[in-house]
Each structure stands twice: as C-alpha cells, then as structure tokens.
C-alpha cells in the first residue's frame, strides 16, 4: 500500500492562475455583480454548498462572496467563514446588508439574516421540503437575474443540476464533478494557519499507511459494527497501520478506541446526549476552537491512504474530495443502504 501522494496532500497552496486571487478590500469594485453564498447545516454540508455557489458565480459572471454569519459555533451576525478558511475574495458580506436590489427579491432588507429565518417567516409548513432552496437561491438552471446581487443558498451540493451549464463553459466541459467540486474546495477552503499546523503535527512520525475512520454518531448515527467489521479487515492486510478517528461521539471514540491499537484522534470536546456537535455551541468554552477542530478532523482524514465512512456524511465526502482519496481506497458502510443511495440520488437533482 502506497503513502499519500502530492496530489493527495490535504493542504495546497492556492494555485498562480487561480481567478480569485487574494484581495484585501472590504469592499466590491464599483459596477461589479455579486452572489452571496449562506448557508444552513454542519461543515461539509457548507462546505460542499459553497462549491455549487462559488461554480454558479463563474458561470453567471459574478463574484462569489461566502456568508456563514448564521451563528454556526460563533455568535449570529459573525463570518465564520474567513475565521477558518483562506478567504480569496476578501469582501465583507456585511458590505451588502443594505442593498435593495436583490435577487430573488425576499432577501431585499433582509441580508443580516439566514436562510432558516427566512424560511420560518414566509414558509413555515417547507422547513423540511427539498424544494425549498429554489425560492431562497437565484436559478441554477434559468437566466441569470439582473439585479446586481444575488442570493445562492442550499443545504446540499447541487452540481449534478448544473451540468449542461458546465458542459457549454470551456472552463469546465469534459471534467468530473468530482475534479470540479475537488478544485474549488482547494481554492476556497484552504485553512487558517493553526489548522494547517495541527494536521501537520498530528501526522508527524505516524506509520503509514494510515486508516481514517470518520464516525458521524449524534443526530445521525453510523453503523459502529459495520465500522470494525471494516477495520478489522484492513488491519488485516495492514497490521502495522495507525488509525486516525474522527467523530463527534464521546460513545463512538469509546467503542473503536477500546477495540483497537493506535488510533489516535485530537483533544476536542465530545457530546454524550445525541445531539450535532455544533449545535452545542453554547455549552463550549472555546466555540471557534472547537470549529478548528472540525476542520482538523475533516483535513487529517483527507490526508489518510484510506477511509472508512459513510457516504450519507457529507462530511466525510468533503474529506475525500479534497484529498483525493480514490474510491478504491474508500469502504462506504452505507454503500449498499437502499434508501441512503436513493435519497442521495434524489436530492443531488432536486
């Protein structure tokens, strides 16, 4: 088995031709048309929603600007985005918090707000409808609209919508989503100094190859037999291996930490009561510490030769994007759950 390859590395320099370098201004240039990225969800649901914006932007003409100021870990109203990620627009949001036109036109006076107030006010019955980003987010499939600022929001990736657009832009045409959605998170979520050097410390001196195990096991619980029955069977071929753990489960570390040698996970705070970690924000000491440290987990998996997941996760799917971590390396727990597949289908083109 082979160790990690340059094109797998979890953290990369943004490229030289990259067209959004790095800028400094809080401001737009005047003239200029903007999509606004919110969101709603956990890290990779965010992550891999930006991706759908950030690529709905190029090919609308537009420069994409990520809005997590939905109180994700951080108190409401704060950009959690450029606290965690290399920011290579480098415009405040906050900038566009009074524009009148806007599109779709319900955002108009109301950009402070977030996706999911928006939702409770003018559609309370949709909350859970897979539907309901189409009457928040501009069309991915329509014309553009002309207002100089636009709103992009879902809870999911919506690429699989976007192909014939992408197959007519010589920018895109002829690449795999994957590539596609591997790119952008490279140019985009490059993460903040401490990040970088955590996940780097962390792999310092470790065996190789190295087994990551992404346990989700909160508000959506994976299958921890079916886990170590996986590991069990790498450990096989592998005995030498180190196992890199991440979850969000105090229950879950327990269960894989007792049952194998030299896994080894970061010093983070675990919930016990089911509930998703980030929404425990209030009960942590250090909330932006602990969004690092999601990142951590998501990035030092990324960086692993294999994982062991679900694919349910969007968390796990981010990590394995942006390592390159083939799906032959890849043991999806959920692969043959008939309804994971067929809900997963559903909401890639809803």
Not at 139 to 165: E, H
Not at 206 to 227: N, Q
Not at 307 to 328: D, N, Q, Y
């Amino acid at each position: 088995m082979s160790t990690v390859s340059d094109a797998r590395a979890p953290l990369r320099p943004t490229p030289a031709n990259d067209p959004f370098p790095p800028a400094t201004k809080a401001a737009p240039p005047a003239g200029s048309r903007t999509l606004l990225i919110k969101a709603k969800g956990g890290l990779g649901n965010r992550m891999l929603a930006a991706v759908t914006g950030v690529i709905l932007a190029q090919l609308s003409g537009r420069t994409p600007v990520i809005d997590w100021r939905d109180g994700l870990y951080v108190p409401e109203g704060t950009n959690l985005y450029p606290l965690l990620f290399r920011d290579p627009i480098g415009i405040d949001p906050a900038h566009f918090d009074d524009s009148t036109a806007v599109a779709p036109s319900l955002w108009t006076g109301r950009l402070t707000e977030q996706p999911v107030t928006i939702i409770a006010r003018h559609f309370p019955d949709k909350h859970s409808s897979p539907f309901i980003y189409r009457r928040l987010s501009v069309p991915l499939t329509a014309a553009d609209p002309a207002a100089p600022v636009g709103v992009f929001w879902s809870y999911l990736p919506k690429l699989a919508r976007l192909r014939g657009r992408l197959r007519a832009d010589r920018r895109f045409d002829g690449r795999s989503l994957d590539a596609i959605t591997q790119d952008m998170l490279h140019r985009f979520f490059t993460p903040n100094d401490r990040v970088r050097q955590a996940v780097s410390h962390l792999f310092a001196g470790r065996r190789r190859p190295m087994i990551g195990v992404h346990i989700r096991f909160t508000d959506r619980k994976v299958p921890l037999a079916k886990i170590e029955r996986a590991l069990i069977r790498l450990r096989a071929h592998s005995p030498a291996s180190d196992i890199f753990l991440a979850t969000d489960s105090a229950e879950a570390q327990r269960y894989i930490t007792s049952r194998f040698k030299r896994v080894f996970t970061i010093d983070k705070q675990l919930v016990e009561d089911g509930r998703a970690l980030h929404y425990a924000g209030t009960q942590m000491s250090d909330p932006l510490r602990e969004a690092e440290n999601a990142v951590i987990d998501m990035f030092a998996l990324a960086g692993c030769d294999w994982l062991i997941h679900s694919r349910h996760s969007t968390f796990s799917v981010a990590a394995s994007l942006i390592g390159g971590i083939s799906p032959k390396r890849q043991i999806d727990v959920d692969r043959f759950n008939a309804k994971v597949i067929v809900k997963r289908w559903f909401q890639s083109f809803a």
